[in-house]
Nanobody, 122 residues
Framework: QVQLVESGGGLLQAGGSLRFSCAAS????????MGWFHQAQGKEREFVAA????????YYADSVKGRFTNSRNNAKNTVYLQMGSLKPEDTAVYFC???????????????WGQGTQVNVSS
C-alpha cells in the first residue's frame, strides 16, 4: 500500500508559479513511477506529467511542456510538480498517483492522492 498526500494548491494570477508536493508513505516509494493528473470541473481527468521510479525519465502533456517540471526525491519519498507561466486553463484539481508503469493512462495508476485545487485567474 502507498498513501499519497498532496500539498501546494492555491489561487494565483495568470503568469504565476506554484509547486506541488506529493508525499508518499511506505518504504517502496522508489519502486513506483509517479504521475500527475488534473481534472477541471465537468471534465474528465487528464494526464499532466509522469516521472520514472528513479527519476531518469519524465513525460509531459503537450499543454504543459516547457512550463511544468516534474521531479522526485526518493530519500524524502516525495515527488514535485513545479508549475510556471500558469494559465486560466490550468485551473483544476491536481492529483498525484503511483504506478509500476510510467504511463499517461490514469487506469495504470493504482494509488491516488486526495487532490488539491489550483485556481488561476486572468
Amino acid at each position: 500500500q502507498v498513501q499519497l498526500v498532496e500539498s501546494g494548491g492555491g489561487l494565483l494570477q495568470a503568469g504565476g508559479s506554484l509547486r506541488f508536493s506529493c508525499a508518499a508513505s511506505g518504504r517502496t516509494f522508489r519502486r513506483y513511477s509517479m504521475g500527475w493528473f488534473h481534472q477541471a470541473q465537468g471534465k474528465e481527468r487528464e494526464f499532466v506529467a509522469a516521472i520514472s521510479n528513479i527519476g531518469t525519465s519524465t513525460y509531459y502533456a503537450d499543454s504543459v511542456k516547457g512550463r511544468f517540471t516534474n521531479s522526485r526525491n526518493n530519500a524524502k519519498n516525495t515527488v514535485y510538480l513545479q508549475m510556471g507561466s500558469l494559465k486560466p486553463e490550468d485551473t483544476a484539481v491536481y492529483f498525484c498517483a503511483a504506478s509500476l508503469y510510467t504511463d499517461s493512462e490514469a487506469s495504470k495508476y493504482n494509488y491516488w492522492g486526495q487532490g488539491t485545487q489550483v485556481n488561476v485567474s486572468s
